[in-house]
C-alpha cells in the first residue's frame, strides 16, 4: 500500500509539475503580449499582436484550471494552505483574467468600442501577470502554517520580495510575448519585439540574480541544499548553464532564426523553474509541508489518475494541432478573422 | 446576522455561482436544441432548420466562452474561502470537482470547434455529430458538478479518519442517495430554461416580421419541448421532495415553514415564518395537503423543525419563500404551454397577437426558477456543508477577517455588474440580427477564435 501511495504522488507530482509549467510558457506568451500591447509602436501593431495570439489564447488559459482542480484533488492540503495565503493576489489574478477574457471576446465585434476593450486586455493581462508574479514570490518565501491550516494574515503575501517577483514576472512574460510575437510577425513589428525582447532580458537576469541571492540569504535551508557537500558538486552546473542560455537569448534576439529567442526564453523559464524546485524540494508548502503529508488517500489520487491519463494527451494533442494549424505569420490586413 | 468573514464568504460564494449557473442553465438546453435541430436538418432536409441552428451556435458561442470564463473563478474559491472544507473533504470531492472540469476542456477540445466553424468543412453527419457530442459534454459536466453537490448534500461511500472524509467507494459516492433525483430536476431545469428563451426570442422573431419562418419554427420547437418537460418537472420535483424528506428532513420542514410535527399536516401557501417564537404569522393553510403532497398519502407525517436542535435548522424564511417562488414559475410555466397547446389545436397559434406578444417576456422564468431552486437547495441544507457532518461554519478559510472579504467580495460585484450587462447587450445584438441568410458564414470570433478545423483546406 505504501509504495503504490508514493508512486502515485510521484505522479501526480510529475503531471502538476508539467501543468504548471505548460501554463506558465503558454498563457505566459499571450499574457506577455498584453502587457506589451500597450508599449507597440502603432495601432496596425497592436492589432498584428491580438490576432498573434487570438487563435490559441484561451486555450492557454484552460491550463490553470487544471492545475487548479488537480492541486485540489491531487494534493488537498497544498491547496487549502497555499490558496488562501494568497488570498488577495488570486483576487486579483481571477478578476483581471476574467475581464481579460471578456475584453478579448468583445472586441472583435464591437468596433466602435475596440480601443476600450483592448486597453482592457493590456490592463488585464498587465495586473494578472503581475499578480501571479506575487504568489510566486509569496509561495517561494513560504507561508505560516500551523497544523494543517494557514496562520498568518491575507496581507502576509506583501513583501519587498513578492512585489520584486511580480514586477520579475512582467519582463518574464514579457521576454516570452517577445519571443511569440518574433515568430509570428515580420518588418519593423518584428524588429521592435526583438528590441523589446532585450529590455525584457535584462530584467529577467536581473530578477534571477536577486532570487538566487536573496533566498539563500533569507532561508538557510536553501543555503544548505546548494552549497553544502556533495549537493554542490551536482548543481554548479545549472547557474552555469543559465549563463550560456542567457548569452544565446541575447544574441538570438539581436538577429537569426525567428524560433530561438522563444526557445531561448523557454530554456531559461525551465532553468529557473528547476532551481526553484531544487531549493523547495520536497516541500509543497515550502519549507513546511512535504508532497507526501499533502498527498490525497492513494484510491483518490488513482480514481482521477484514471480519467486523466485517457483525457489528458487528447487534450494536448488538440492543442499541439491547433498550435500546427495556425502556424506562419500573421499581418494585420489578413488574419484569422 | 453580522457581517463575519463566514456570512460575508458565503454572500460572495452565492454571488459567483448565482451568475455563473445561468450561463450553463442556457447553454445545456441550447447545446442539446442544437443538436436536435441538425438532426431534424439531417433527416428533413429543410432549410429552415439550418438557418435555426445557425442563429443558436453563434448565441451558445457567446455564452459558452462567458461561461467558460466565470467558471475559471468557482474551483478557487474552494481554496480561497473555503479551505477546511478542501481539506477535510478534498479526498472525496476533489476529483469530482476535476472531473468537471476535465470533462468540459476535453469537450472544448475535441468537438466545440467542428460545431463552430466546421459546417462548411465536414461531412453534414459529422457536424450532426459533433452537435450531439457537445450536447453530451455539457451534460456529462453537469454529472460530475451535480454528483460533487450531491455528495455534501447527501454523503455517502465514505469513512472518516482524524476529522477527515477518505473515499470507500466511488459507486457509491457519485452515486449517491439525492443525486439521481438532483440530476434529472436540475437537467430539466435547465432544458425548460433554454426552452424559455427559445420560445420568448422565436415569439420577439416572428413580431418582428423579418423571419416569420424561422421564428415559427423556434415557437413550435419550444412548445413542443415544453410541452413534455414542463409536466415532467413538476413530476421529478415531487420525486426529488420525497427524497429530501427522507434524506434532509429539516431542509424539507423549513420548505414547507412546518415548526410542529404533524399527521396529517397542512399545506401552507403563505405565511411570514418567525424563527424567535418558532411559528408561523398570517398562515394560510389547506388541510390535508401537506401531508398528500409530501408523503403521498392523507395522513402521512410530516416532521417538524422543532424535532431538530436550533443550531441545526436552516434559515426558514429564505427557504420558504424561494421555494414558492420556483413553484408559482413551474404553474405559471405549465400554464403558458398549455394556453399554447390549446391555442394551436384551435389553429389560432400565431394568429393570437396578444400570446405572441406576452410570451416574448417569458425568457427570464426559468432563469428566475433556477436561481429559486438552488437557493432552496442551498440554504436549506445549512447549516452544514457536507450534511449533518461539517458545519458551514468549520469550512470556512479560518485566517480571512470580515475586511478581507469584504474586499473580494466588492471586487467580484463590480466585476460581474460590469460584464454581465455588457455581454447580455452582446447577445441581444445577435438576437436583433436575426437568423438571416448572412447568419450562414461562418460565425467566426473572437474569445473563442476561430479554431483550427476552419482552416482546414476545403
Redesign the interface.
Known sequence: MATSAISFVGIWTVIIAAGVFFYVLLDGFDLGIGVLHGLAPSNADRETMMRSV??????N??W???C???L???F??A???????V??P???M??A???R??A???????ETHRAFWDRAFCFGSTVATFAQGVVLGAFIQGFRVTG???????LDFLTPFSIMTGFALLFGYGLLGSGWLIIKTEGALQAWARRAGRICLIGVLAAIAIVSLWTPIIEPSIAARWFSFPNILFLWPVPLITCAVAVWEWRALGGGADAAPYAAAVLLFLLSYLGIAISLWPMIVPHQISIWDAA??P??QS??LV??LF??P??LM??G??Y???RGKVRSDVG?? | MALDALTLSRIQFAWVIGWHILLPAFTLGIASYIALLEGLHLGTGREVYLRVSNFWIRIFAVAFGMGVVTGVVMPFQFGTNWSRLSDTAGNVIGPLLAYEGIVAFFLEAAFLGVLLFGRKLVPRWAHFVAAVMVAFGTLLSSFWILATNSWMQTPAGYSLVDGRFYPENWLDIVFSPSFPYRLAHTVTGFYVTAAFVVLGVGAYTIRRGLFGQEGRVMVMTALTLLGVMVPLQIFLGDQHGLNTREYQPAKLAAIEARWETASPAPLTLFAIPDPAAETNRYPIEIPYLGSLILTHSLNGTVQGLKDFPADQRPPVAIVFFAFRVMVGIGFLMLGIVALGWLLYFRRRLFDTRWYIWACQFTIPLGFIAVLAGWTTTEEGRQPWTVYGLLRTADSVTPSLTAHDVMVSLLFYALAYLVIYPTGVLYLLRLVRKGPGKDAIAPPVEAGRAELPVARLPS
Not at chain 1, 487570438?54 to 486555450?59: L, S, Y
Not at chain 1, 478579448?104 to 464591437?110: S, V
Not at chain 1, 494543517?148 to 491575507?154: E, I, P
Open positions: 487570438a487563435p490559441v489564447w484561451d486555450g488559459e484552460t490553470l484550471v487544471f487548479g482542480i488537480a485540489i484533488s491531487a488537498p492540503l491547496f487549502a494552505v497555499i490558496i488562501p495565503a488570498y488577495f488570486i483576487l486579483v481571477l478578476v483574467l476574467v475581464f477574457g471578456v478579448f471576446e468583445f472586441r472583435f465585434d464591437d494543517r491550516q494557514f496562520s498568518g494574515t491575507s490525497a488517500s484510491s483518490t480514481f482521477l480519467g486523466t483525457l489528458l487528447v487534450i488538440y492543442s494541432w491547433s500546427w494549424v495556425f484569422y478573422h
